[in-house]
């Protein structure tokens, strides 16, 4: 029978917070694929649609933004979208260096076919409401104090 880890040692696998992130990043994916699939969404796109559906006509560098995502990344994961008809991107006319990012009539449509999608992911977590929302405000402050990290 194999020895219990010691929890302490800093240079074991299964005592990696970046592991564990890793592994549950992996594992809310896989979650995520077969629902976003259905849709004809990958998820990252998925991500840029919830953007969209909170407020239509943001600009490419607030999605950037919002999403970490640089231009070299966005701008084809937008054209992809373009393509597929859930969105079209123009020129402000207030401002021709800044592109807005609109919903199409299908990308709103997306709409209501997601909005059972974060209620099956939360069950397949099984945990409480409770307890996810608290595990989301935690992981929201650490990732806070790892960009402060990253930034001194």
Partial sequence: MPATPDPLNPLLLCNQLCFALYSAQH??????????EAMGLTYPQYLVMLLLWEQDGRSVKALGEQLGLD???LTPL???????????RSRDPADERVVRVHLSDSGRALKQQA????TQVAAATGLSLTELVTLREELKRLRAALDRSANS
């Avoid at 594992?27 to 976003?36: D, F, G, S």
């Avoid at 937008?78 to 079209?88: C, I, N, P, T, V």
């Fill in 71 to 73: 231009s070299g990344t």
């Fill in 115 to 118: 909005a059972c999608i974060p």
């Fill in 78 to 88: 937008l054209k992809r979208m373009e393509a597929q008809d859930l969105l079209h």
């Fill in 27 to 36: 594992a809310m994916t896989r979650v995520y694929r077969p629902l976003l």
